[in-house]
C-alpha cells in the first residue's frame, strides 16, 4: 500500500508548475494588450490635440483679418517687418498692408512651431475665406498628411 502512495505522489509533482507557467503566460499576454491599448490611445491623444492646436490657429488667423478687412490676406506675403509693428506699447504707424504682412508671419511661425511640417494656406472665392493647414500625421506611413480646412464668410 504503501509503494501505492508514493507512485501517485511522484505523478502529482510537476502539475503545479505546468499550472503556474501557464497562468503566467495567460497573465503576460494580458499585459502585452494592455500596453498596446495604452500606445494607440496615445497616439490618438496626440491627433486629437494636433487637430484642436489647428482649429486654434485658423480661428486666431481668421480673428486678425477681420480686425484688418481692408488687406486681402491671399494675395500678400508673410514678412517680419519689425520696422513698424511695436509690442512695447508704443504707437506706430503701420499700413493695413504691413499688419498683414506681421500677422501672416506669425502665423506662419506658430504653425511650423506647433506642427510638424506644417504648412498654412488662405484662399478667397467669391467673397468665402478657405483657411487650410496641412501637418505631417505619421500614425499611418501610407497617408501620412493630415489636414483641416475651415471656409468662412468675412
Known sequence: MRQQKKI????????????VLVSVLV??????????????????????YLRSQVTVLIYDVADKMRSNMGVDYSTISASNSTSCVSYSGAISTCTATQIAQRDLFDWQTT??????????????SGGVTSVAISWDDDRNPATSAASLSMSFEL
Open 27 to 48: 497573465l503576460s499576454i494580458g499585459i502585452f494588450g494592455l500596453i498596446a491599448l495604452e500606445s494607440v490611445a496615445l497616439r490618438n491623444n496626440q491627433d486629437a
Open 8 to 19: 501517485i505522489k511522484k505523478t502529482n509533482q510537476g502539475f503545479t508548475l505546468i499550472e
Open 111 to 124: 504653425i511650423t512651431s506647433i506642427l510638424p511640417s506644417g504648412t498654412g494656406s488662405i484662399s478667397v
